[in-house]
């Protein structure tokens, strides 16, 4: 069997939000967050995987998609995809502590 590498690239758009969450995580951080989310949302960005989750309810800025990424899956991605326009939009940027969900710092109700 041949697999073929996507040949469809996808334009990565932030909210502008997404800054203020960022300032949250560890700088550290940045460089794998980047990294994961250049990635693995460039190409087929809503085909699931073991870390790439549709959102059965979206509670968090209309996001459809989740990725998960990073030590111990503990950053979460959140994002839609607009196929007409080949253009992901990241919502939010969180970070996961326990069974609970930051995002710019702030708990939230996943």
């Not at 203020?20 to 699931?48: T, W």
């Not at 968090?60 to 990725?67: C, Q």
Request: no cysteine; proline share 6%.
């Amino acid at each position: 069997m041949v697999r073929m590498a996507p040949t469809q690239r996808f334009n990565l758009a932030y909210a502008p939000l997404v800054k203020e969450h960022l300032r949250a995580i560890e700088r550290k951080y940045y460089p794998l967050i980047r990294n994961g989310i250049e990635s693995l949302l460039q190409f087929e960005p809503d085909v699931e995987t073991r870390n790439r989750k549709p959102l059965k309810r979206s509670l968090i800025l209309e996001g459809e998609w989740e990725i998960r990424l990073g030590p111990n899956n503990r950053f979460r991605v959140f994002y839609k995809v607009d196929r007409e326009r080949d253009e992901v939009y990241i919502l939010a940027l969180g970070e996961k502590k326990g069974n609970r969900l930051f995002i710019g710092g702030k708990e939230v109700e996943p």
